[in-house]
Nanobody, 122 residues
Framework: QVQLVESGGGSVQAGGSLRVSCTAS????????MAWFRQAPGKGRERVST???????RYADSVKGRFAISKDNAKNSLYLQMDSLRPEDTAVYYC????????????????WGQGTQVTVSS
């Protein structure tokens, strides 16, 4: 049974930093696509960042230059370093995994975590 568990969320003031982590169990991350999504209250789910099986990272325009995604296959983990946080970054952040090296654009990912809350105050 594959499980993704996020951690590292919390509350921070605008301009601060947080790092959220996601650890997989029941599956060995290798050359797979992994991603971070977020969902703010009353809004739809937004894809924040992806890293494909070749190590190529992509970001939503809203976080480009402020967030950095990374993956540690040895620790079976995914990370999202978030700097220069803004109140509009407040959301539940979800980790997702899709088997295979390419990150899907239109289909849902294979596995999802339960989410971790990030709150940024002004």
């Amino acid at each position: 049974q594959v499980q993704l568990v996020e951690s590292g969320g919390g509350s921070v003031q605008a301009g601060g930093s947080l790092r959220v982590s996601c650890t997989a169990s029941g599956y060995t991350i290798n050359r797979d696509c992994m991603a971070w999504f977020r969902q703010a209250p009353g809004k739809g789910r937004e894809r924040v960042s992806t890293i494909d099986g070749y190590g190529t990272a992509r970001y939503a325009d809203s976080v480009k230059g402020r967030f950095a995604i990374s993956k540690d296959n040895a620790k079976n983990s995914l990370y999202l370093q978030m700097d220069s946080l803004r109140p509009e970054d407040t959301a539940v952040y979800y980790c997702a995994l899709d088997r295979g090296p390419q990150c899907p654009l239109y289909k849902s990912y294979d596995y999802w975590g339960q989410g971790t809350q990030v709150t940024v105050s002004s």
